[in-house]
């Protein structure tokens, strides 16, 4: 199918978890084709999972810097490339496709430092090129619905935020003698691979990133304690974040609460009412205007207005799930990319996924609440 | 990819939604490919979704009649098709590929009558071919994890069980002057097209077929009140159901409850536990061992033996949904099919999804409640 | 203080569960105070028991025979009596106070037979006395809520109601080899105390009486299963009635059903909404108006009417508790007895409390369900 | 009844809601009787409270003073006084009846300044008397089953806690114009009657007297940012803990939280588990060992080992509530004073009920969060 948009993918071999969830993502989205990749630096692997998906062997490459040159090379080459490498790589791999002009969608995070975040986003811009990151809860339909609520002003004039990521899969790593040897958290609690932060990093950038993609708040200033139980980097943090327009918000994130899976909850107080979503429920939300009970809104049902950038896949009472929240995020990226292509203006509207300015924001953010830890919690500036 | 396995479409075109969840579940598996189909009666729905989903035109069919003669005759010619058509064509439909010699996989109802269930379930045995049923919710991990448990002894010997199915989506027809004109139920509240029965038939069925997946306890008799509140079908029934073993049960399925979405709650109590699961949270079951407090299993955590027939596909604590659900029943449908045409014999293991005697069960649930509630609720033997 | 209003017990030792939870509930009210006993059969406890409470000796009596002819002749005798002893002593103790024309509180089951009930309930308007019965769960605030707002035609017509009351309990019952020795179960179990029925008797009764009071439906007929698992009366039942309206409910009560404490939830469905209430919630309902999202409504907030017949005695958000539920019962009947003894004319309002009727609905419920049970499930008209 | 201990009360007029939830909760307990009080500087209030409740004209007083005075002179004087007045009031009050000799309990906060609380404390300990707070909360049942089974080493050591308490009531004060006619808070927001703070004062100290009495973890330092929204005191805090073990705590507390309405929640995560328990539904603990699924447990229950200072009053499944909440204060406190004022020895587990230094504590703890939000954020020693 020539009118299909080829893309490629750097990472994402047939056993790599989330490379896989990318590419059953886009598979959701029949204007898409796997039509390049360097799935793996283990060659078989690299050339198993070019077989398994149908990719021409001309084009399952040995490293991504000849994928990259090749690729920008061909007229029909990939007009994106998904990024699902280990964290430290994100930005070597994403600059180098950016410079042959090649769009790109990272994993987050987007890379490990605040300039380098910043070259990336200037890169973008220099190019003129659409760069998508996958903070994927913001795919979640509900969210979006809960986006448009506050945006039509249901709630008010937000008064206060309240927010956490909590797990529980590292909490057996308390009890290891040594700290270097972390077996569950691996790359993560490795400074060198995971850089200054694990469960901030991970998952206190997905509160951050939420919640901000809720409201539209800047966090001003933000200050923070860390516990790292005696390992190398964090695994629980509070932090108080201050807004721009004065409003304080408190998030919580931590890998070592017993009880918890993926429990990112995100709660906005309005002067005229309330939202409340959680992920492990995403196809609702609990919405109390002011005066009145509290109501649990469900997805797909007809007293909704539908979210302005994407629709329900599934009726009411049948849960979407992560699959389709990535699939959203990928749907409005190529949605994005196949109108820019054709030679549209994007409109506000049209840019609903998260870029490279997200990722950048949680680089900064990631770096303000170490910071903040290691002044004894003083004051940081985002 | 030769070595894929080809498969065809009967209904589905780009804008059906059944069809479209059932593409998108297959294509979860990079083992099949979408090779043949006969989308839409509409010839122009027809072409373009052959054209959307890369399907060559020559295998594009005008009907399903010479689609199954033709891909037949096809050393190449798909290994089984999905058939996605309204209720009331699913016999002709099923019948005609299994007669060419093709696999089939239906939505359900499988057919309206017993003799045509019979029928399909004996030509299906003579061809020796696999006849997948998509009850999609046996697809749910969870409900693969009860299932396991309950065959493992956890709740102990089955003595009581209560489940049900209620929705609210057809409320609003309670009050429309003309009983004939059912907008929102369209043709399922229209005996020419839904059969005997509206709600029972469409969701009813879908009670009898999750505890019966769950527990293995056959339905000797029931008895059953039906309500159809002026309208020709029934949109509301209690049933009363006696297992083999003795042991009762009791079905309520509705479709003008209000708050209700798609409420499939089962709840199955033993001598020494309890088991019960909502498809509203399908990822979750809360297992009461006898004596001991609830506890909320969630799927993909360590603390359980993973299901015998599949695995995880996200890790706990990101919700999986209902494309999962489909893409799992598909997942073991293509797995026994592969190692069929591989000549390698298969176990009960290899056999979990629903099938063609899944089917027949559900129709002749329909028909003995339908039966008994015109009866002023009589036992009727199933 | 002569103008309190002197109240007696018979029953309701110091040690006793539930007279101790009337006499508490009574004790919210200053009105009333404990005037004379007869609390237990056994001569000390019942001595200490009137000591404890700061009752006269001379109104601490051996039997309730003489407390009946005492307290009827004197001039400060007590005005009401609260019966609270096994539930086969009912009926003789109630006939006997009425008889004397003492006023009546009597725990459920009122008795046995359908005949006694109808004796008490044409004793009670003979002696022109008011009779009260602590169906506790109709005193619960936002139990009467739920009632105001049906009657208020919050959900239109009533159209399908579910309910069901499940216990755990006597699970452990179920192994004991010899079913004579049941010692959960206690006297529930052995018909000579208990009756007829265990199940239907001591909890299904609470679904019959808290749906009427709800809904003011009336049962014309029934049809049941019941289960006893080998034991001497029922321990399991799943029951569907009709209701003079034509319209269909399904009640189902367990006492073998791991995971369930006193799990009694009433859903009633409407032409225009739905109600929800759960006991284990006592302070909640689940509101679904058509075409809107459930709300949960909370006892004690700005948006409710308050109840017609009692207010709220804790801010909303703290749990009143099954206390307050009794205290609001006796509230009321010790409301309409001062009303009543200063000649005032009670209007419907006055009498919001179970009452002899409510008994009576009782008794001929559990012979319905039993007696269809024995018939194979045959209707029963009730 | 001479056996019974007399107890007295300041303020609790009959139309006093809290005073009203101390009497009806002592009334719970037999041992005690009302015998004098001071109920209302009205009065008639006073009068008639007085002859409500049955108390002698000649113990009904104008005054606290005459009150204390002339109890303390008499040999059958009350053993307890119970104050429930306005709270800038507490101070006086507690210290005249100290000073008396007589045994005091005291509604939340004891007083508004360390140096006054310091005080009561020290003149407690040299009176030898017993002073009781009524810090409710830990009155519940489950919060005791819950401190149990942190003492006993069910969770491990603690390391994070996430305590809130949300509610919505004052959001209304928002919008008003004059910040200086506050009508819902009423007093609670007037500097010159509620001290220095609102919020944090009225629930921010049920967060930390819950925590401390759950895992008897001191707060070391704290740091804080609180929100007046241009009234005069807070209406939400953000507070951050260090404890003494260097693990650290977040809690929030908000009265402009809509959909919230007591929403006192307590999360403690161990390094074996974790438990949580919510106000709203106070007869349930999510108990989660490490490597487990959630348990809830519930009150009651044979699973679960009775707590060490009380015991159930209903069987599970039956909510116990508020008031027996504050009941169990109570007779705790009740049964330390009988066994003292019978000169047996207390043992620790004999004082389960909040005291002076807990009141001492919570005093500290709003002047620490108060302070630290004046001095942007930083850290302040408790």
Chains 1, 2, 3, 4 share one sequence.
């Not at 490379?19 to 204007?31: L, N, Q, S």
């Not at 898409?32 to 990749?37: F, S, V, Y």
């Not at 180098?96 to 987007?110: D, M, Q, R, Y």
């Not at 077996?183 to 990133?209: F, M, Q, Y």
Request: hydrophobic fraction near 35%; aromatic fraction near 10%.
């Amino acid at each position: 199918m020539s009118k299909k948009l080829p893309y490629g993918m750097v990472g994402g071999a047939y056993n790599a978890f989330i490379g896989e969830v990318h590419r059953k993502a886009i598979a959701f989205d029949p204007r898409a084709t796997l039509a390049a990749g360097c799935f793996s630096i283990i060659p078989q692997e690299n050339t198993d999972t070019g077989a398994l998906y149908g990719v021409d062997s001309s084009r399952v490459y040995d490293n991504y810097q000849s994928m990259a040159e090749k690729e920008s090379a061909r007229p029909d080459g990939v007009r994106f490339v998904s990024i699902t490498t280990p964290n430290s790589t994100h930005y070597e791999i994403a600059k180098t496709f950016l410079t042959h002009g090649i769009n790109v969608v990272c994993e987050k995070p987007l890379c490990f430092t605040v300039e380098q975040a910043e070259e990336l986003v200037a890169l973008t811009k220099e190019k003129n090129l659409l760069f998508g990151m996958t903070y994927s809860y913001s795919g979640y339909t509900m969210v979006k619905v809960a986006k448009d609520m506050i945006a039509a002003g249901k709630i008010g004039k937000i008064i206060a935020v309240n927010a956490e990521y909590a797990q529980e899969w590292l909490i057996d790593e308390l009890g290891q003698a040594d700290p270097g040897t972390a077996k569950l958290s691996g790359w993560r609690s490795d400074p060198k691979v995971a850089g200054i932060s694990n469960c901030v990093g991970d998952i206190g950038t997905h509160i951050e990133n939420t919640v901000h993609y809720l409201t539209g708040l800047k966090i001003e200033r933000l200050l923070a304690t860390t516990n790292t139980y005696g390992k190398p980097l964090d695994m629980n943090a509070n932090i108080i974040v201050a807004y721009e327009n004065g409003v304080n918000g408190a998030y919580w994130c931590s890998q070592i609460a017993c009880g918890k899976l993926n429990g990112l909850i995100v709660r906005i107080y309005g002067t005229e009412g309330s939202l409340e979503w959680e992920q492990h429920y995403p196809d609702y939300v609990r919405y109390t205007p002011k005066g009145r009970p509290p109501e649990m809104l469900s997805r797909g049902t007809g007293y909704l207005q539908q979210p302005s950038a994407t629709g329900n896949r599934l009726p009411s009472g049948h849960p979407e799930g992560l699959y389709v929240a990535f699939a959203n995020v990928y749907r409005n990226y190529i949605s994005a990319l196949i109108k820019k292509d054709a030679g549209q203006a994007l409109a506000p509207a049209d840019l609903d996924f998260p870029n490279a300015e997200d990722g950048l924001a949680g680089v900064r953010f990631v770096h303000a609440v170490i910071g903040s830890a290691k002044a004894d919690s003083a004051w940081v500036n985002v």
